[in-house]
């Protein structure tokens, strides 16, 4: 229920933002797509340029944008950010959320095997096309490294969270969270910096 419920609310923050950036958006691709004798690969490619420009005026870009100071010098851009901040219901919700934000099918909610690994070449090949401001790749190798040491390392779910302040009472619960996410954040930031 909690996973469906982060994935709705996500839905909404990814497909909704500030009327007017959205509207602007609209407009300059609607005027491009309008142009005579696109072929359809342009067509593609402006239909694929209008994706991520209204993703980049949603109200998800706008939060992640907010951590992405934070979050930077581990190698992760806003939307790692809040793929992060959404999987502390529970980490395969980081796969869910991705699949959102990239406007793909989750894979895990597709039936069948073979439909099941689509959609995940599917997405995979979205993640290995983004790159960052300066042309090089957002899933390079350092990031991967740094995503792995921090989700290794932090307490990065609400069960564990609620079962240590049954057991041993809300100061070890926060203790544990934040001891632990320090750590990570610290872990990951040596981790990027050592591989980029």
Known sequence: KIIMAISIVLWFLVSYGPTSERETVEQVYTEQLAQPNLS????????????????????????????????RPLGYDWKIGISLITSFAAREVFVGTMS???????????????????????????????????????????????????????????STLAVTQKEAGWK???????YLTVLAYVASFLTYQVFS
Do not use: H
């Not at 290995?128 to 042309?135: A, T, Y």
């Not at 070890?172 to 934040?178: F, R």
């Open 40 to 71: 359809e690969t342009e067509k593609a490619v402006i239909e694929q340029e209008k994706a991520s420009a209204l993703l980049n005026a949603s109200y998800a870009a706008k939060a992640g944008q907010f951590i992405e100071p934070v979050i």
């Open 172 to 178: 070890w619960a926060m203790v544990m969270l934040v």
């Open 100 to 158: 959102v934000i990239y406007n793909q099918e989750d894979p895990e909610g597709i039936e069948g095997e073979k439909e099941q690994e689509i959609g995940r070449k599917s997405l995979i090949n979205r993640m290995r096309q983004e790159k960052n401001p300066d042309g090089s790749p957002v899933y390079g190798l350092a990031t991967i490294l740094s995503l792995i040491v921090f989700y290794a390392i932090s307490m990065q779910c609400m």
